[in-house]
């Protein structure tokens, strides 16, 4: 059964620091992965799509990497923002099941605070 | 930009009362989802639908649960007879569906608060 982890579960910087955020899964057998970003009691909005067969993608100031034999995923933010602060959420489409729906599986997320 | 869109977005409801959760999909999108997020917890997957009809529900989706599109537009989410742990955010996606691989584009969500 697919399960997601993401480190840290929080984290705190100042502005204009580069950052990593961390995302793990436990069966490589993925569709695509997907982040999103979430602020406080607000809605999920797509950052990067990556698929399967892909190694990163860049929006931006944000860059997504993607290791599917290790079961990892990176998020970069470049030049971080007191704007960026949110809780940034992975999930990922699993293979697991049949037929075209492959629900998403999610991690639990990290939230960040970027400090002015 | 076309956005999914969804109403209300907080409901306060009484344990036991119905609940109609809607949403507007993206136009041409094909696959039509739910999920939910219990404060502090994970995201979780309730419901997908395709062709008009339920292609995969998780355990969570039992019989209080219902969708409906009634129409080309409406995507509905009914609780029959809300409990306290149906206090949620419930968010609404869809997926164009040409593309296997394709992105799942959410709503801003509508938050449930059971009494």
């Known amino acids: 059964k697919q399960e997601v982890t993401q480190i840290p579960a929080a984290l705190s910087v100042p502005e204009g620091e580069n950052l990593v955020l961390n995302c793990s899964f436990t069966d490589s057998a993925i569709y695509n992965l997907q982040w999103f970003r979430q602020d406080p009691g607000k809605g999920l909005t797509s950052l990067l799509l990556i698929q399967s067969s892909q190694r990163e993608q860049t929006s931006g100031r944000l860059n997504a990497s993607l290791d599917k034999s290790s079961g990892r995923s990176t998020l970069y933010i470049a030049a971080s923002q007191p704007g960026d602060s949110a809780t940034y959420l992975c999930a990922v489409r699993s293979r697991e099941n049949a037929g075209n729906n492959r629900k998403l599986i999610w991690g639990l997320g990290t939230s960040l605070a970027v400090n002015p | 930009e076309p956005e999914v869109t969804q109403t209300p977005s907080h409901q306060v409801t009484q344990m036991g009362q119905e609940v109609i959760l809607r949403c507007v999909p993206i136009?041409?999108?094909?696959?039509f989802y739910w999920y939910r997020q219990i404060l502090g917890q994970k995201v979780e997957f309730l419901v997908s639908f395709y062709n008009n009809e339920i292609s995969e529900k998780s355990e969570i989706f039992d019989d209080q649960f219902s969708v409906e599109r009634p129409d080309g537009s409406n995507f509905t989410l009914k609780i029959r007879s809300t409990k306290l742990e149906d206090s949620a955010m419930y968010f609404c996606?869809?997926?164009?569906?040409?593309?296997?691989?394709?992105?799942?584009?959410f709503g801003e969500g509508s938050r449930l608060t059971v009494l």
């Open positions: 136009s041409n999108h094909l696959y």
């Open positions: 996606a869809s997926r164009e569906g040409t593309v296997p691989g394709g992105e799942l584009f």
